[in-house]
């Protein structure tokens, strides 16, 4: 409880101090090359998320050159509650599921902060359970559809507090980066502003995207 407290603290601290600079537009054209999937992290402000989701599209916008760049926003209520995690995860394999069959050519990124990565997490079949606000997976992006995510960035990912991390299938797509001392990812962590510092980490989450593309 105590850790869900600090996480809801260091989201609205963040929020409070950051929501008054604009974000990049998030685009929303039914077929492009690649589709940037973002769960923001608990209470992040923000069109995709102020801290993660808007400076990493912002960059993979720069660094994949050639091809067209659309976003979604995981609809789900990023708070505290005990199924917020879980609303997220079904969320995001519904709209990846549906865009596939309208778009069948199209790619994905998926972006996830903190909560976010929880989202994520559960959508690619590695479950947040026990995880600070975590969930029992409900959806996983189905087989047919596992070549169509390009990669998997995670920042701030909750599960690694528990000894867990991204194996299988989309271990070798995943960037995966837990600042130190972030009591979020971290065991032991005691650093909460290391948790907001993820925005620094936007360039080389791109960069790794932009090169599985």
Known sequence: MRIRLCLAALSLAGGAGLATVSAPTATAAPCTDVEVVSARGTFE?????????????????????????????????????????????????????????????????LVGYSQGANVVDNSIGISS??????????????????????????????????????????????????AEGDPVCESGGGDTGAHLSYRDDADEAATFAAGKV
């Not at 992006?141 to 998997?152: G, H, R, T």
């Not at 990912?157 to 000894?163: C, H, L, M, T, V």
């Open 129 to 178: 359970a026990g995880a600070v606000v975590g969930s029992p997976i409900v959806a996983s992006i189905p087989a047919a559809l596992e070549p169509k995510v390009s990669a998997v960035l995670l920042f701030g990912n909750p599960i690694r507090a528990i000894g867990k991390s991204v194996t299988g299938t989309y271990q070798s797509r995943t960037f995966d980066i837990c």
């Open 45 to 109: 402000p923000g069109t995709l998320g102020f801290i993660v989701g808007d400076p990493v599209y912002s960059e993979l916008q720069r660094k994949i050159t050639g091809k067209t760049l659309s976003s979604y926003s995981v609809n789900y209520p990023a708070n505290l509650s005990l199924t917020s995690a879980a609303q997220g995860n079904r969320d995001l394999v519904n709209h990846v599921t549906s865009q596939a069959a309208t778009c069948p050519n199209q790619r994905f990124i």
